[in-house]
């Protein structure tokens, strides 16, 4: 019930997977932690929400694509919602904390532990390795700590086994795959409007300007009127990409695709992969013979910036997940508070306050698109610079 | 750190770059470049239209220049010919005038000299006929006179007497 009212408020409550009977602050708290950290991470199944008196859940199933001794692949609605392990290629496969795990007969649990050893020159120094402590069977170790809510595994220990390649189009690919169609469905149809005529009609009145703004405030002014043309279109999308995506995360849908690693790692990678492609003579002279300073300083600023080729954009990858992932952190727990005090001041000021976070949340979405953009723009603009700046 | 790389999915991150570079490059064919192109053009049209709205207005000066010049010339012109004409009808009349007057006194002149050629013909009739009548008076007082024999010796006598006296 709680569940049904939560809908349309926000993005919470993305997975929730048991249904508990309790009552009580001390559950409700660690409950909206639960779901926090199940909104954050990735799903199988594109969650609404879940009715817990009657245990049902409102979504619809994604196919699971395992690459295991070859592919498999399946609707996640097989697992019913992490209830059931399934069958492929003679292993069993379940969803633990989000992801899917597969074994064949046994689980092996692992634990951390550091020995010394010698190295090659004879001297001993610390190495980690991963000491197996226990072996379980695939169902027991199912039953007890993945099917339902399932208890803690012990602090420290994790399991061995190699997990499947995993390349099912979960809610974040689904979701990254429905708002590119919606890109492709808004640009495409304000690209018509032109055909019409150079004025632009519906759609581009309000597209437009915001191109201009890329073209004319990050594009020029960081890469230079020359060289910008070439970058306009990746500029352009990630700019859009990053933009829509960030707003779909503040529907109550529940999507979170800015707040994973991996998508801000392929943006910046992408990123990293074009400055260095499209640098120039001088942009490799900046970082290996630093123009302008003694040689002493060169052969020691040479290292650093080496490293500053590879820090850029991990601080972009970095920056876009951390802000993007606070923010869903900080407006789902007030959200959250609002259902802790049940009572009508707390609620409402939380509410309140729910509400201004979201605002700023709207703010943010831009304002992180387009630092990303911008910084994209200035590691371009330096990758391409052909003349002396300093 | 850790947290973050087992938080990492492959799978993920090969569909968010195979699904971004379709994006991107369709886009990039059915978006960006036409509407690029569309905004481009225009912007250039709009140069184009204010650069030529600018020598229009250029042209407008000149011609505006040119033809307060020309207006300019024409006073000028139109001055210097109502001058001249002034000049040309101030001569005419002074000629006119002189000439006027000189056949005024051509005509004077001549009228006067009618007028005395007439008075002295005049003169000369009235002496003629003063002359004749003189005569005729003289011949009838003499007529008169000179009909007794003394009379006539009487006469030629103090006629004598005259041009002895003379």
Same mark, same amino acid.
């Given at each position: ?11 919470v409550?993305a997975t929730t997977?048991?249904?508990h ?7 409700m ?6 779901? #926090? ?10 969650h609404?929400?879940?009715?817990k008196?009657s245990?049902?859940h409102v ?15 399946f ?9 059931d ?12 904390h989000?992801?899917i ?10 634990e951390k532990?550091t020995?010394m050893?010698?190295n090659?020159?004879?001297e001993?120094?610390?190495e980690e390795y991963?000491d ?7 169902d027991?170790?199912f ?5 339902g ?6 602090e420290?220990l994790?399991?061995?086994n190699?997990?499947?390649?995993d ?10 795959f ?15 409007s ?12 309000f597209l437009?300007p915001i ?8 594009? #020029? ?7 910008y043309?070439?970058?306009m279109?990746y500029l352009l ?16 849908l ?33 970082i290996f013979?630093m ?8 052969? #020691? ?17 970095i920056?876009l997940?951390?802000n993007?992932t606070?923010?869903h ?11 802790v005090?049940?009572?009508?001041i707390?609620s ?6 729910a509400?201004?976070?979201a605002?700023?949340?709207?703010l943010?979405?831009a ?5 990303f ?6 590691y ?8 002396d700046?300093h | 750190?850790?947290k973050l790389?087992?938080d ?5 991150f ?7 570079l379709?994006?991107l490059?369709?886009?990039?064919k ?6 690029l192109?569309?905004v481009?053009d ?8 204010l650069?030529a ?5 250029q042209?407008?000066?000149n011609l505006?220049a ?13 001055d210097?010919?109502?001058k001249?004409?002034?000049?040309i ?14 056949e ?7 009228a ?7 008075k002295?013909?005049?003169i000369?009739e ?9 005569i005729?008076?003289?011949e ?6 000179l009909k007794?024999?003394?009379k006539?010796?009487a006469?030629?006598?103090?006629m004598?007497?005259?041009v002895?006296?003379?």
């Amino acid at each position: 019930m709680l569940s049904l009212a939560w809908l349309g408020t926000s993005p919470v409550f993305a997975t929730t997977e048991s249904n508990h009977g309790h009552e009580g602050e001390e559950d409700m708290s660690s409950q909206i932690k639960e779901d #926090i950290q199940h909104h954050l991470q990735d799903a199988y199944t594109f969650h609404l929400f879940t009715d817990k008196e009657s245990g049902t859940h409102v979504g619809f199933p994604l196919p699971v694509v395992l690459i295991d001794n070859g592919l498999h692949v399946f609707s996640s609605s097989k697992f019913h919602h992490g209830e059931d392990m399934v069958e492929k290629g003679g292993k069993k496969y379940f969803i633990y904390h989000n992801k899917i795990y597969g074994a064949e007969e046994t689980i092996y649990l692992g634990e951390k532990k550091t020995r010394m050893v010698e190295n090659e020159e004879g001297e001993e120094e610390e190495e980690e390795y991963v000491d197996t402590v226990q072996t379980m069977p695939v169902d027991e170790f199912f039953h007890t700590y993945a099917q339902g809510h399932g208890a803690d595994l012990p602090e420290g220990l994790f399991v061995t086994n190699k997990k499947p390649l995993d390349f099912s189009i979960t809610k974040n690919v689904f979701s990254i795959f429905f708002i590119s169609i919606l890109l492709l469905l808004m640009f495409g149809a304000a690209a018509k409007s032109y055909k019409k005529g150079l004025a632009p009609t519906g759609w581009a009145k309000f597209l437009e300007p915001i191109i201009l703004f890329v073209r004319d405030e990050i594009a #020029i002014p960081n890469i230079g009127e020359k060289d910008y043309k070439r970058f306009m279109s990746y500029l352009l999308t990630i700019f859009f990409f990053i933009w829509i995506v960030n707003l779909f995360g503040l529907t109550p849908l529940g999507i979170n695709v800015t707040g994973n690693i991996a998508v801000t790692f392929a943006l910046a990678f992408m990123t990293f992969l074009i400055t260095q492609f499209s640098g120039r003579k001088e942009y490799w002279k900046h970082i290996f013979w630093m123009p302008g300073v003694p040689w002493p300083m060169k052969i #020691i600023l040479a290292p650093i910036e080496l490293l500053g080729v590879f820090i850029k954009p991990f601080a972009l990858l970095i920056r876009l997940y951390a802000n993007i992932t606070a923010g869903h952190v900080v407006l789902m727990s007030i959200i959250g508070m609002m259902f802790v005090f049940q009572n009508w001041i707390g609620s409402s000021l939380s509410f309140g306050l729910a509400f201004a976070l979201a605002m700023l949340e709207l703010l943010v979405a831009a304002l992180q698109a387009y630092i990303f953009t911008m910084l994209t723009a200035l590691y371009f603009g330096s990758a391409v610079a052909e003349h002396d700046d300093h | 750190m850790e947290k973050l790389i087992n938080d990492f999915s492959v799978g993920l991150f090969f569909w968010q770059t195979l699904l971004f570079l379709v994006l991107l490059f369709v886009l990039r064919k059915v978006a960006w470049k036409p509407i690029l192109k569309a905004v481009n053009d225009r912007e250039q049209s709009i140069s184009d239209s204010l650069a030529a709205a600018e020598q229009a207005r250029q042209e407008m000066d000149n011609l505006k220049a040119e033809n307060e010049k020309i207006m300019q010339e024409a006073r000028i012109e139109r001055d210097a010919m109502i001058k001249e004409a002034r000049e040309i009808r101030e001569k005419m009349i002074e000629e006119a005038k002189g000439k006027a007057s000189t056949e005024a006194d051509k005509m004077i002149e001549s009228a006067r000299e009618q007028i005395n050629n007439e008075k002295l013909a005049a003169i000369t009739e009235l002496k003629n006929q003063v002359a004749t009548l003189s005569i005729e008076i003289a011949e009838k007082v003499l007529g008169e006179e000179l009909k007794s024999n003394e009379k006539q010796d009487a006469l030629v006598g103090s006629m004598l007497e005259d041009v002895k006296l003379n």
